[in-house]
DNA sequence: CCCCCCCC
């Protein structure tokens, strides 16, 4: 298709034009131009092309003609089909203005939208088609305007292909699309996390396939892409309208019914599975055509139904507009704009000029900085070959460390566990040489009299050293089987002023010093072995590791404040965590905001039980993230201090993966409860003024879901696909994991929710009133624990995914609600504080985008071993349509008081 | 002489 610009792999494209026209919906107004017809606004947004043209005088959008893409003058061919337009797109703003008069103003839901944009079957010419990747992907035109559409259904195949088919067969059938019209069922136009636009058709079918003649004249004419206006950054679904076609231009007036020029669809309800003579391509597990993708519209009968019928026509005399917006008087077009939102030029460079997201949009800090991350996976649109690149989400709060001197702002040396008790006192201590041991505080001249060496300078070939160094961290003793049978052993990580070495004690040495070496506290050592270190296992800044036995010397010294306990340079703030690299080692300091009880876990490879904890951590970045304790540092931060939310020192903390990012103790792990130092007190006095107050944070790990840089988004294809091969014995118990991102299509509302056992989770019976029973273990009470079990449909790109979301994860998506308060509303027919309906909690869940952790296991049902999708996370990424139409709203008005015509 | 670092 030489004409056409290439195509480049996503189906990424067009956004149609879906802003919203006064059409319609216009009054009949005394300045309006006589030319202001059905199409005027089209072109208003659309940019000077083809429909009759509104005088210049009636269309002073200054400043946004310029940005608009260079479109052709022409008028479509005479001899276009008249079902062929992109009209049925912005008819949808037309119903949902519509819509919000009737709601007094208030945003119609995603629901009502998807509900308004019922049938969503537009008819358009296809100029050029291809199959790739299971999507057949349709290059459309109207006679003025192209975009793309993707589908994940397949091309209709001529009678005797092959089955399955053979990739030719699927080109050439893609192929011979060209010059079809196609009727699209159930679209949906998403923004990708880059600012590009997608539209989906779950379905199409050729109705007509004797347009090659105008495909071929419209294919050697460059026409111009469609182009919407550019929405704000976190721009959404929208369930454009498909009302029946209306181009070209009638003269009709405009207040009058929409002419129903084409017979209702004849294919089934875009809800059935589509009757195409193929079946649709098949994914693994998840692909059968989606039962239920939209319920049966359920429409107010007072709805107006932009197709069946006549749109309100505000009268001039109507009520102030009871849109929660300054009332538009909007009393000549060189009245100073009212309206929040300037007007606004239609291009996608502006998109990229808006694109810092957070500042544009207001959005939620969290979804702002998922996405920032997001835009680190290029591969979620592989052929994407813009380079814009929103700037990344600056880390609010962040601190940079590395550049602070040390010295003053070093952590001071603790004395011990309770060094906060004697905090500070030791600052004043003079520092002595090194090699000049100092005398004891009581007399006491220690063995170190002779003289000690700084660690940095000890090697294999010092021959006789004694060290003075504190035991920076001290490691849990570990039993091992080695070749020489098992045995025991502990590391602890010595320092001293500006150097560190790891030491080691086995068997016998464990026995005799590790009860009395203690965290924190300085000593003399003498008579260890000094050999290389094994890099591999020793990250320590030193060459050499130490050796010491029962019958070494160690010998407590009187003072350490001389020795740093850690740098500020080597403490890490939580959000600076989420660019570490897994497996990393980090120290921090920070809040300790919530705590879990002690679990014991059985580790899968020894069968042995092993006490856990999770714990909270925060600091002024606002992120919590938790951090794991396991073993014995459970016992480092007692109930009694976590209840208390303390401050804590984390010293070499792993990092990892799970859920975005969290931490967890390892051996050698020192946690410290009240360390000292400028960067403790910088975290106390953040939460004593500002932390201790905010309710929660927004987590970096853990119950939320935050996508780390490095994790790797997967499209539904790919999900399922690796699902299917992976390996029957992962399938079978852990499950394989991966991250999406995704739009919540729908969430079914017939059975949602199971009344769980409270003990062992599983299905209770009602025997009677106020009496269940737990046919498993036995257990009676009065009532359940109501738990969800959501039956969701993904849709991406590539195809679409049913996942179930079990219990209180699945609150997230209904609005926080507990299952049992759904239940309750949908029970007594009851409208919760909001004002909502059970239905409405579903409704309003709909069409929202997340990035969804998703675990694919087997599961047996009925003897039937499949493979089943779940989500174990999500995180939102946008926000609600909803939002999105009250910014369409808004634009309306802007473009009416561009056209001089009063709001109703 | 160890070198494991876990669980959902």
Redesign the pocket.
Known sequence: MPPLPPYHGTAECSEVNSSFSSRENAPPHSSRPPAYNDHSSYQLFHGPSSYSRPPSSAHPSAGSSEHRPETSSEQPPPDFPPEISFAFLVKFADAAFALQQQKGGACPSAQELLQLADPLEPCLLCLAALHAKKKTIITVSDGVSWCRIASTQLPPLPPGSSDPPTEEDLNAAALALSGCIVRLGNISITRTPRGKHIILARAFQVISQNCQALAERLQTQRRPEVVFPSLPEGGHTAPPSSSPPSYPPPSYPSSAPHPSSHPPPSYPSSSAPHPSSHPPPSYPSSSAPHPSSHPPPSYPSSAPHPSSHPPPSYPSSSAPHPSSHPPPSYPSSSAPHPSSHPPRAFSRDESVRNAPFRQATGEPEAAAAVRGELRQFPGQEPRCTDTRQAPAVPPAGHQLYGQQSRGADDLQAPAGPQRHQSSGSHRSTPYPAAGQPQQGQHGLRPMGAESFIPLKDLTAYVAKWTIRARVDVK?DI?K?N???GP?Q?F?VELKDKDGEIRA?F??A?VDKWYNILQEGKVYYFRGGSV?P??PR??HTRHDY?L?F?EKSSIVEAESGADIPSISRADLVDIRGIEEKEVNSTVSLIAIVHDYRPI?S?????TGQQ?P?RDVFLVDEGGRSLVL?L??EKTETLPEEQLCQKPLVLLKSV?V?D?NGR?L?????TRVELFPDGNRAAEVQDWWNQEGSRRGSFASLSGGGLAVGRKEILKSLEQVAQEAAQAEAAVLSD?GVYATSCALLERIGDDRFSWPACPDCRKKMNEEMPRCWQCPSCRKQCEQPNHTYMLNLSLMDLTGSLRCSCIGEKAEEFMANTKAETVLLLAEHRALDEQGRSFQDIFADANLEEWIFRICSKYDSWMDEVSIKQRVVAAAPLFRRVGEQTQHRLDFVRTAFHHLNIPLP
Do not use: C, M, P
């Not at 967890?664 to 050698?668: M, R, T, W």
């Open positions: 490691g570990r091992y080695g070749a020489r045995g052993l590391n080691t086995f068997n040495a050999k270190k094994n296992f020793n590791e050796t036995d679990q876990i059985t580790i899968k490879s092993k856990k794991t396991w073993g792993k990892g799970w969290k967890d103790s390892q051996g050698n852990k």
